[in-house]
Nanobody, 122 residues
Framework: QLQLVESGGELVQPGGSLRLSCAAS????????IAWFRQAPGKEREGVSC????????NYADFVKGRFTISRDNAKNTVYLQMNSLEPEDTAVYYC???????????????WGQGTQVTVSS
């Protein structure tokens, strides 16, 4: 069974850090670009970051530039999202998704995880 599983989401105080993981099973992530999306209550899903299959190219939404870092370890079949200087506005369910290339549109992505909840609150 082909699937992505996110982990690492939890409650954190403003200014804190979290590292999200996206692990694949049933297929190799190294053939895919991996993106992180997020969806806050009452809002549309939005792209956060994306990394190419080689890891050479990375993209970030303006609202996370300088705070979030995406990386991948193809040997572990896992992609990470390091999130620093978290703000209450970062509260959302975070999803990872796999596609042939990076795009900010969600519909081309072939595989999706179930999401992990990130809550930033004091």
């Amino acid at each position: 069974q082909l699937q992505l599983v996110e982990s690492g989401g939890e409650l954190v105080q403003p200014g804190g850090s979290l590292r999200l993981s996206c692990a694949a099973s049933g297929f190799s992530l190294e053939d895919y670009a991996i993106a992180w999306f997020r969806q806050a209550p009452g809002k549309e899903r939005e792209g956060v970051s994306c990394i190419s299959s080689s890891g050479i190219s990375t993209n970030y939404a303006d609202f996370v530039k300088g705070r979030f870092t995406i990386s991948r370890d193809n040997a572990k079949n896992t992609v990470y999202l390091q999130m620093n200087s978290l703000e209450p506005e970062d509260t959302a369910v975070y999803y990872c998704a796999a596609n042939q290339r990076c795009t900010w549109y969600d519909y081309p992505y072939d595989y999706w995880g179930q999401g992990t909840q990130v809550t930033v609150s004091s």
